[in-house]
């Protein structure tokens, strides 16, 4: 049964997503879904016989014996086990910017405040896998604990093949261009001012229905995402747990010769060959998922009388570390909002900090950064690198005194990776054409203020 046969096709062969896309809400949830009515099988995983002649295949994203509060896994009923392919072969030409474990001969420690212009979209044509490469990173794959950062350029949706990070999660966040990803467990829209994470082990296409794109990667090792704690806020606020949405089951059984599953395993792409689509799922439940979400729909909080609160307050996702309250990374973002402080100096403050930030920017401006910070551009301040406002931020803000009402920031999206660890940096990042080598100069005219 060919369950495709109902969308249209664009001119281009490339398979339209329906407008009506569906999805099931919830963050965590145990979720069940099936594309053909009764092909989940009833009180068991595992009968002798699945329904339809189903195969039932388990993904387990945490060990058996994990807490149960913290076991992740689902059950996939598919047309064909995703074990009948080739044995895996290094793919040629190989990837040379992607890293997984970061030490001395691939990477440099530079505590340098850092800054990136946009990159460009590239001439030739480059998929979602060719135009992935990292920025930074810290730890290994191969030991379970650690973090990569990434960017990617594409211009061409993914052409029979399908990708597969055996490393981590993927948080992607997209900034030009939207996002059709087709996943084992259903379809996913993602447009700019939305995320996606692609948990470890998931197969996973993505078409470019706009075509040129561009956005930021956050890989973490060992550990998957999760809500923060949100403490004396209460049972409210920040990322509401209903507005995630994961996919809903479809499935399509075509022939697909020469079909190419390209798999990340330490940082490197082995390439594996079928004869069928890997997306054959009719039925699934479980809690490891792929799941998106609209940045739009998040609470933020603010201080309303004096000071700027601490970034953390505007924490979408965290992986955690075993140390309370130590993220091995956060996912933090800036949207609009008000700021009402009296007496307060609004923009962030100076500030050198134990814990390393990448910023990026989906659109508008950041409110710390008068120029030179621009969409789709990045930066880098690492563990103890003092950082801030600019200068033309600072002076802007002191003119205003303190008579400065009630102010929104509007049209902003801008986002931060933090981590406890601290990154190394790639040659190509470091030596790259779009390094913005004057960033430094943006603090050089904070001139002294001090008076007896």
């Not at 594309?35 to 002798?48: D, K, T, V, W």
């Not at 981590?168 to 939305?194: A, H, K, N």
């Not at 996606?196 to 229905?209: A, K, T, W």
């Not at 330490?266 to 997306?279: T, V």
Request: glycine share 8%; hydrophobic share 35%; aromatic share 12%.
């Amino acid at each position: 049964m060919d369950k495709t046969a109902a969308d249209v096709i664009k001119p281009d062969g490339l398979e339209k997503f329906p407008d009506n896309l569906e999805y099931q809400s919830g963050f965590g949830n145990d979720f069940s879904s099936e594309a053909i009515a009764g092909a989940l099988p009833r009180g068991q995983n595992s009968p002798l016989i699945c329904p339809f002649g189903l195969y039932a295949e388990q993904i387990s994203g945490t060990s058996f014996t994990s807490p149960r509060k913290l076991n992740q896994r689902s059950w996939l009923y598919r047309i064909k086990p995703s074990v009948t392919h080739e044995p895996f072969w290094p793919r040629e030409p190989s990837h040379k910017k992607l890293v997984s474990e970061f030490d001395r001969s691939n990477t440099a420690a530079n505590p340098t405040q850092l800054r990136w212009k946009p990159v460009d979209i590239p001439d030739s044509p480059t998929d979602f896998i060719d135009g992935l490469y990292t920025i930074c990173g810290a730890g290994s794959s191969f030991l379970r604990h650690g973090y990569a950062i990434h960017m990617y350029t594409a211009n061409k949706s993914m052409d029979n093949c399908a990708f597969c990070n055996a490393d981590g999660d993927f948080l992607v966040v997209p900034q030009q261009g939207r996002l059709w990803i087709t996943t084992e467990c259903g379809r996913l829209q993602v447009s700019p001012g939305e995320i996606i994470v692609l948990p470890q082990g998931f197969r996973f296409v993505v078409d470019l229905p706009d075509g040129p794109s561009r956005g930021y990667v956050a890989e973490v090792f060992g550990t998957h995402y999760q809500l923060p704690d949100l403490g004396p806020i209460g049972a409210n606020g920040l990322a509401a747990s209903r507005d995630f949405l994961a996919p809903t089951a479809w499935f399509e059984e075509v022939l697909r010769p020469g079909f190419t599953i390209v798999q990340k395993f330490g940082g490197e792409l082995f390439n594996a060959r079928q004869d069928f689509s890997p997306f054959n799922v009719v039925a699934w439940h479980g809690n490891y998922v792929p799941y998106k979400y609209d940045l739009s729909k998040f609470c933020p909080y603010n201080t309303v009388l004096v000071d700027h609160g601490d970034p953390s307050i505007n924490t979408v996702l965290t992986a955690p570390t075993d140390k309370p309250g130590v993220a091995l990374l956060d996912f933090v973002i800036f949207p609009p909002r008000w700021l009402v402080a009296e007496h307060t100096f609004r923009p962030p403050y100076y500030h050198r900090n134990c814990m390393s930030e990448f910023m990026g920017l989906i659109h508008g401006g950041y409110e710390a950064k008068a120029d030179g910070f621009l969409p789709g551009g990045a930066s880098l301040h690492s563990c103890m690198t003092p950082h801030g406002p600019d200068t033309k931020t600072y002076e802007a803000t002191i003119a205003r005194g303190n008579e400065a009402g009630p102010h929104k920031i509007t049209d902003t999206m801008a986002f931060m990776f933090e981590s406890c660890l601290m990154p190394r940096t790639c040659p190509w990042a470091l030596d790259s054409p779009f390094r913005d080598r004057d960033y430094y100069q943006c603090w050089i005219g904070l001139k002294s203020h001090f008076s007896r």
